[in-house]
């Protein structure tokens, strides 16, 4: 069963803490992305990497890490730094960096803050 | 940085055929126009994909002017099940991502 699989499906996150989202994908693709969608919103890029070792700072990096040491994973980390980490956050990936690709999307994980 | 500009809503009739236009006035060369669909609380799903004129696949039709500064979305006979947002996304040149904007996107709702 090919695709792309985000787990939790819903995290908690309390004051001063980072939590770790977990992206895993078998669809052999080199890229991957992060994404976070706040409520009535579209998608903002947080992150992306187009080759294992390596990843680029999207839009709204600023509070978040990411590490890609596999072709497969690509797990994001939400620091204590990110003062307001309540939303959707969607993982995605694609043949290729850009142009002509086509994005493939987990099922998201929602991150509430307690 | 091509920014696509899409209308917030739009209400339809079940059976009729639905057409969502996307502008991008500063779209490059080498970009190519792609549409996704999402549905609440979950990933969007890739619709369909065109570089210039028309395609078609087994669920819509993407039609792309001369010019290429806008594209339009038509779904055919939309059910219930169509309701959700629409995406267009213009991809840029293949030397980096970090300016993929999908937008607030066009909310579809399909009235019975």
């Known amino acids: 069963d090919g695709g792309i699989t985000q787990s939790p499906k819903y995290l908690f996150r309390k004051e001063g803490q980072n939590v770790t989202l977990s992206c895993e994908q078998n669809l052999n693709h080199d890229a991957m992305y992060w994404y976070r969608q706040d409520p009535g919103q579209g998608l903002r890029l947080i992150y992306y990497?187009?080759?294992?070792?390596?990843?680029q700072k999207g839009d709204i990096a600023e509070g978040y890490s990411v590490s890609r040491e596999k072709k497969e994973s690509f797990p994001l980390t939400v620091t204590s730094a990110q003062k307001n980490p309540t939303a959707f956050y969607l993982c995605?990936?694609?043949?290729?960096?850009?142009?002509?690709?086509?994005?493939?999307f987990g099922a998201g994980t929602r991150l509430s803050v307690l | 940085l091509a920014k696509t500009t899409q209308p917030i809503s739009m209400d339809s009739y079940e059976g009729q055929e639905v057409n969502i236009t996307c502008s991008h006035n500063n779209i490059a060369t080498n970009d190519y126009i792609t549409w996704y669909q999402q549905f609440p609380s979950q990933g969007p799903r890739f619709i369909i994909q065109?570089?210039?004129t028309k395609v078609t696949n087994e669920v819509a039709s993407l039609f792309i002017p001369a010019d290429r500064k806008s594209s339009t979305l038509s779904l055919p006979r939309v059910s219930l099940s169509d309701t959700a947002v629409y995406y267009c996304l213009v991809a840029p040149d293949q030397t980096g991502a970090n300016n993929l904007f999908f937008g607030t996107g066009t909310r579809l709702t399909v009235i019975p």
């Open positions: 995605a990936s694609s043949p290729r960096a850009a142009g002509e690709n086509i994005q493939y």
């Open positions: 065109g570089y210039k």
């Open positions: 990497s187009q080759i294992v070792n390596d990843f």
